[in-house]
């Protein structure tokens, strides 16, 4: 399945802030240039947006957790 | 009572520095560290140290409860905050107190009259230091804003009682916008800083930040002059210097006698810091806040009076008087420190943790770095991007900045992006080559393209 993964090593959230839903739940339609997460990295927050187009299947890093760059953030579906 | 077991409650470059002031006098060191941080530098330098939890810092170097079971497991009898994290959180200093220990600073009730800037203003003004015109209270309703505003005249600053380090600041330019404006801020200081309390300031246009590195042990208190610290980004400094040449004498000496007398007031014990806004034009400065604490760029004063400030604090948190008097402590020459973060300055300022690869330090008189990298060490994401201080000291201005550019040209940090270029750009600009800037001047500079005119391609 196609992945969307960290450009940067951070923290990982899959929420915009504590109060919200997350960006994306399954089955949702995923488009280019969809913020999937953000990635917090020495305090600055870094939109994580899709480059590619298909539905949201799961995230793959848990929410607040630690993630290296390159490491797989959420998985499309077809 | 003197101290033998430090404990930092810290990390970077200013564990660091702690860890040298403190070896200096002969103190067992104990450095905290998070899972994130088992590499630092300080963790190898220090006597012993504890892991305290998970990277966020959250988890590990907010973590009240944390910290304190380290202080107490390690049998530490003081803790130095450092600056950030939990350095201005009086719950700390009280829990340090609790457990039997010293804090390195003032005491909690000097922390938290200072960190509510309501408070701090009403203190300050009773020791008769300048403040900016604005409420004398806490604002509660939106008409009593718009009363005051009217009052001191727009455009005024809406504040956050409980902000600080220009978090929670909006500017209304006429009654409109602060109607608009300050249940915004309410909503923002209440979820922020679990206080929605505001206050209004007059906005003063294009002021410098000058402030005043004080000492005191309790009962006496002394300065060591005034640091320029208006080159800043985001509300960030980004460039600071000792002295500013901008004041004349008088100035110079009023503004240092105030930050005396305001720290006096409160019997301040420790290092400590008096924020000021300058307006150049009318040669008046205004009180904005003091931070209880040791700042990043402390290192110009110490550059300019000789002094240690860190060793200064350890002592009188030990017992001791201030080891100097005013009348002993003199300047010479002028200091420049340019702040080292591990960003990049052409994407717009992005951060770029990563292995440091190869680290080449420059040396000489006059000049010092502050850091906390070495070859191979990889630089977490989890923290602030500051990697290094790099300080220079000359004869005058002029001097320093041009030991600062033979500083910036020898230093090498590979594997990361820096913001070295943006200083080397800034020693270039006749700006600030001839002193002219403010607080508003380096953003507008930045999105002119002034980084990239100014290289040397």
Redesign the interface.
Known sequence: MPTIPSP????FYIRPDPGSGPFKNTGDAVAIGDTIGLVE????F?EIKSEIAGTFASYSAED?A?VTAGQDLAELGD | MAINRLLIANRGEIAVRIIRAAKALGITTIQVFSE?DKDMLAVRLADEAICIG???ARDSYLNIDKVIAAAVKKSADAVHPGYGFLAESADFARAVIKVGMTFVGPSADTIQQMGDKVSARAIARAAGVPIVPGSVGRIDSVDDAARVAAEIGYPVMIKAAAGGGGRGIRIAQNEDDLRAMAPQAKAEAEAAFGDGGLYLERSIRAPRHIEVQIMGDGTDAVHFFERECSLQRRRQKVWEEAGATCLDEATRQHLCQTAVALAEAVQYCGAGTVEYLYDEASKDFYFIEMNTRIQVEHPVSEMTTGIDLVQEMLCIAGGQPLSVAQSDISKTGHAIEVRIN??DPHMQF??F?GVVTGLIVPSGKGVRFDHFLYPGYAI??????LIGKLIVHGQDRQDAIARLVHALEALQIDGLKTTIPLHLALTRDPDVLAGNFHTQWLEPWLDAGNLTKGEVP
């Open positions: 940067l090593p951070g923290t990295v020495m305090k600055t870094i607040s630690p | 994130a998970a990277p966020h591990a960003e992005m951060p943790p977490p994401p989890f923290y602030d991007s």
